[in-house]
């Protein structure tokens, strides 16, 4: 799998990545109509709150609008193997030479 191609994949599975920014927009409205209903230190607890949800919130819309809100798991991804990519490799053990 190219990085072309693991890309697409995400872009497809993430819909252009329109959910999170929607649950965000509406994390802060919720934490903007508390303050001005309540107070300061409660729309502060709210935003927190809200800020704990906005994956778990993501990831039901995008189950909601059709489709699974996970990359598949069978294959190679590329995507998923920067980690192992960024990670240091382990020295080689020396080898004697025999004189």
């Known amino acids: 799998m190219t990085i072309a191609e693991a890309q697409a994949d995400v872009r497809r599975l993430y819909r252009g990545g329109f959910s999170g920014p929607l649950v965000s927009a509406l994390?802060?409205?919720a934490a903007n109509a508390v303050y001005q209903l309540v107070s300061p230190g409660a729309a502060m607890a709210a935003l927190f709150l809200g800020g704990m949800l906005m994956y778990p919130l993501?990831?039901?819309i995008l189950t909601a609008t059709s489709g699974?809100?996970?990359l598949p798991t069978s294959g190679r991804s590329a995507v998923?193997?920067?980690p192992r990519c960024l990670a240091p490799r382990r020295p080689e053990p020396r080898r004697r030479v025999r004189r």
């Open 80 to 82: 998923g193997s920067g």
């Open 68 to 70: 699974s809100s996970s």
């Open 27 to 29: 994390v802060w409205s």
């Open 58 to 60: 993501s990831a039901v």
